[in-house]
Each structure stands twice: as structure tokens, then as C-alpha cells.
């Protein structure tokens, strides 16, 4: 009797941690644009209102850039002055981790707005090979904004952000990575009905609105 209970909840056990593995599998949305398209601005927004963590590819590659005894430093450092897309291993190990480590911290947040990922085929095939099956894509949220708009809103973060790439020269070779580059990754997530695309040329509070519809609509 007491052997046969044993028996049945050892049965349920895998289909239990199974069903718990699949709630708490993350779920991704990418935030793409161009740069200076309001990504940041906008995400920061969203982590009020939402249950979800944001992580940007370019802060977490800043952060690598600077951290003492990085073997990548001065790669990043010379990538990102020339505006090209750091090589997707270096990247995706950081976002890993950093979704790993904010899961382990509280398992309830599981929700990830993944900003400036995936930037090019590279990034794509690296996100398949090491997270496809770890981590559902949910959608792709898409700030649309024209490269004049964008070129002066960095033109005018450069004013006090410091960073080394929100300067004209860095800006022209950065717009060319975004066309060349990212748009095509766009149209391909197009192409699978998966990108919810913003206005993102008129003001902050216009653009949450339609954010905030999005993510009222899809979680
Ligand atoms: P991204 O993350 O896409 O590079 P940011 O969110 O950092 O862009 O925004 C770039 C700059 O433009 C920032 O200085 C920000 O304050 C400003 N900005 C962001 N969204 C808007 C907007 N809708 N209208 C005007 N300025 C904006
Ligand atoms: P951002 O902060 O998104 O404007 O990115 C700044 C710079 O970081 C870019 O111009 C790239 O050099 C680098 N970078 C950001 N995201 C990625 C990525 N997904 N893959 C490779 N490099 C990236």
C-alpha cells in the first residue's frame, strides 16, 4: 500500500518538474531599432508597468568593456567606436548569464526585453544554437524611426553621455550597420507574422501608449 503511493508520486515527479521547467522557461521579447530609436527609453518605461527585466546588449557590452580583467575589453572598445556588431559569442554569453543570474535571484521573473539583440544573421544563428530551445521568443517590438531623427537624438545624448560612438562619424557608420544589417533581421521575423512595430518618431508618452497596448494584448 505504502509502496504503491511511493510509486505513483515518483511517477508524477518528472511530468511535475517538467511542467515547472516550462513556466519558468524565459520568455523574450527583442527590441529593435535603430540607434538613438528610443529602445532604452522605452524599455525603461515598460520595467515600471510589467513584470519584466530589460537587458541591452550594447549596456551589458559596455559593462564587459569596463570590467576589470576582461579578455574581450579592447574588442568591444574598437567595435562599438566603428559602430560594427560585436561577435555574437561574446554577446550571447553575457545575455545568458545575465538572464541566468536575474532567474536564480527571483525565479517569478522569467521575463526578458532583450534590447539590440539580434543585430544581424551572426546574432540570429548564435540565438538558435545556444538559446533556441532554452527560451521562447515571444515577439519582436520594432521602434521605427527615421535615421535623421535618430542621428539627432544621439547627437543630443552625446551631449552628456559620454559614450564613445554618439558622435556623427560614429553615428553615419552606425545607421549603415542598423540598414544593411539589422533590417533585414526584421523583415525576417516580418515575414513569421512576429513584429509588432511603434511609431517610435513622436514623443515618449505617445510611443509607451502604443507599448503599453501591445503588451496589454500580448503579456
Ligand atoms: P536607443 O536605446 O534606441 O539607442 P535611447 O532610448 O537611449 O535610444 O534614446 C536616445 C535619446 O533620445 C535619449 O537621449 C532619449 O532621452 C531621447 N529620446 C528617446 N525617445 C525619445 C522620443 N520619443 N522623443 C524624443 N527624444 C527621445
Ligand atoms: P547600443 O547601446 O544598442 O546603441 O549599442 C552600441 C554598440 O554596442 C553597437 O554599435 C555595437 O557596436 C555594440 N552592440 C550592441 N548590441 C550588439 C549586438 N547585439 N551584437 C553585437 N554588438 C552589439
Redesign the pocket.
Known amino acids: 500500500m505504502i509502496g504503491g503511493l511511493f510509486a505513483k508520486v515518483f511517477q508524477r515527479v518528472p511530468s511535475l518538474l517538467y511542467r515547472v521547467s516550462l513556466m519558468m522557461k524565459p520568455q523574450v521579447v527583442f527590441v529593435l531599432g535603430g540607434?538613438?530609436a528610443g529602445?532604452?527609453t522605452q524599455c525603461s518605461k515598460i520595467v515600471e508597468s510589467f513584470n519584466y527585466t530589460h537587458l541591452?546588449?550594447?549596456?551589458l557590452?559596455?559593462a564587459e568593456r569596463a570590467r576589470e580583467g576582461s579578455e574581450s575589453g579592447q574588442l568591444?572598445s574598437n567595435?562599438?567606436k566603428?559602430?560594427?556588431?560585436?561577435?555574437?559569442e561574446?554577446?550571447i554569453n553575457l545575455l545568458k548569464k545575465a538572464m541566468e543570474e536575474t532567474m536564480q535571484e527571483d525565479e517569478k521573473k522569467f521575463c526578458f526585453l532583450i534590447?539590440?539583440?539580434?543585430?544581424?544573421k551572426d546574432?540570429l544563428e548564435g540565438w538558435k544554437k545556444v538559446m533556441e530551445d532554452k527560451a521562447d521568443v515571444k515577439f519582436v517590438l520594432f521602434f521605427d524611426c527615421d535615421d535623421e531623427v535618430c542621428i539627432d537624438r544621439c547627437l543630443e545624448r552625446g551631449k552628456s553621455s559620454g559614450?564613445s560612438?554618439d558622435n556623427r562619424e560614429?553615428l553615419e557608420k552606425?545607421i549603415q550597420?542598423y540598414l544593411q544589417s539589422t533590417r533585414p533581421i526584421i523583415d525576417l521575423y516580418e515575414e513569421s507574422g512576429k513584429v509588432r512595430t511603434i511609431d517610435a518618431s513622436r514623443c515618449v508618452d505617445e510611443v509607451f501608449a502604443d507599448v503599453k497596448a501591445v503588451l496589454d494584448k500580448e503579456g
Open positions: 540607434p538613438g529602445k532604452g541591452s546588449a550594447g549596456d557590452l559596455r568591444i567595435y562599438i566603428e559602430g560594427k556588431i560585436v561577435p555574437v561574446i554577446t534590447d539590440g539583440f539580434p543585430r544581424n546574432n559614450r560612438d560614429s552606425r550597420t
